[in-house]
């Protein structure tokens, strides 16, 4: 039987994390990390005013990098045997985002979903 692995990525205030993990038995693959070079560099923070900041290209940068680290520690047989990916967070968006501008829900009933809202002049919101 062919094995299956997922990938595990957690976002920090300051790094993103990656693990690749053997699905059947738990045993660890790959750990990766990546700090926010922006952060890092403390852009956007004044620390003298109590003003952290980030920025959201620290994040979507340090996510292709430390993926990218991650699976290149793996080898073509773990990569072709990925079956998962799963986010943790917590800053308040921990939903992947649809190509319809709203965040996936978790269930039917619980839609935040405006599948007008790429139509509308921007700031307009929908009429109730």
Same mark, same amino acid.
Request: net charge neutral.
């Given at each position: ?17 990656? !693990?690749? +993990? ?10 990766? +990390? ?8 403390? $852009?956007?923070?004044? #620390? ?17 990098? +430390?993926?990218? $680290?991650? !699976?290149?520690?793996?080898? =073509?047989? +773990? ?16 939903? #992947? ?8 829900? #978790? ?8 599948? =007008?809202? !790429?139509?509308?002049? !921007? ?6």
């Amino acid at each position: 039987m062919e094995e299956n692995y997922v990938i595990g990525v957690d976002f920090g205030s300051d790094s993103v994390r990656c !693990l690749v +993990v053997n699905a059947d038995d738990g045993c660890e693959i790959a750990s990766t +990390v990546e700090y926010y070079p922006r952060w890092a560099s403390g $852009k956007y923070c004044d #620390p003298a005013t109590n003003r952290y900041r980030q920025h959201p290209l620290d994040y979507l940068e340090s996510l292709e990098t +430390v993926i990218r $680290k991650a !699976l290149a520690e793996c080898g =073509h047989h +773990v990569v072709s045997r990925i079956r998962a990916i799963s986010f943790d967070t917590t800053a308040s968006t921990d939903r #992947p985002l649809r190509d319809t501008s709203c965040t996936a829900p #978790p269930t039917r009933r619980e839609s935040r979903c405006d599948v =007008h809202a !790429l139509e509308r002049p !921007l700031g307009r919101s929908r009429s109730r």
